[in-house]
């Protein structure tokens, strides 16, 4: 059986590639819970039926999509890269900020999990 994230991640360069598969692991290791498949033509991961982050590579840039909230909870650590809403940019031309996509990846778990706590008490 193909995996569809590893052959999106083989369509770029071989240093975006390495940079991709990165920050997959970050992601499945950080929530090995999480669903992961291609969403919006790039990987994503849901934790408990709801979207946790995406990301995507680009000739210059990866994009991250961690939610508006995922962002806005780290708007200081991520005010020195290009911005949309529940998007950042991390140029390829720079050093990736892995331990930062962590921090966001665990913030977004726990979003997720209060969500689905609360909703079970309702």
């Known amino acids: 059986m193909s995996d569809p994230i590893i052959e999106y991640i083989s369509k770029f360069p071989a240093a975006t590639q390495e940079i991709l598969h990165k920050i997959r692991n970050i992601i499945t290791e950080t929530a090995p819970e999480a669903e992961e498949s291609i969403s919006y033509g790039m990987p994503a991961y849901k934790l408990l039926k709801k979207p946790l982050v995406y990301f995507a590579g680009y000739?210059?840039?990866?994009g991250f999509y961690a939610t508006p909230s995922g962002h806005s909870a780290f708007?200081?650590?991520?005010?020195?890269?290009?911005?949309g809403k529940g998007s950042v940019?991390?140029?390829l031309n720079q050093p990736i900020p892995y331990s930062l996509i962590e921090k966001i990846v665990r913030f977004?778990?726990?979003?997720?999990?209060?969500?689905?706590?609360?909703k079970s008490r309702n």
Do not use: G
């Open 89 to 91: 940019q991390f140029p």
């Open 75 to 83: 708007q200081e650590e991520l005010s020195k890269y290009p911005q």
């Open 59 to 62: 000739e210059k840039h990866i």
């Open 108 to 118: 977004r778990i726990e979003e997720n999990q209060k969500k689905a706590e609360k």
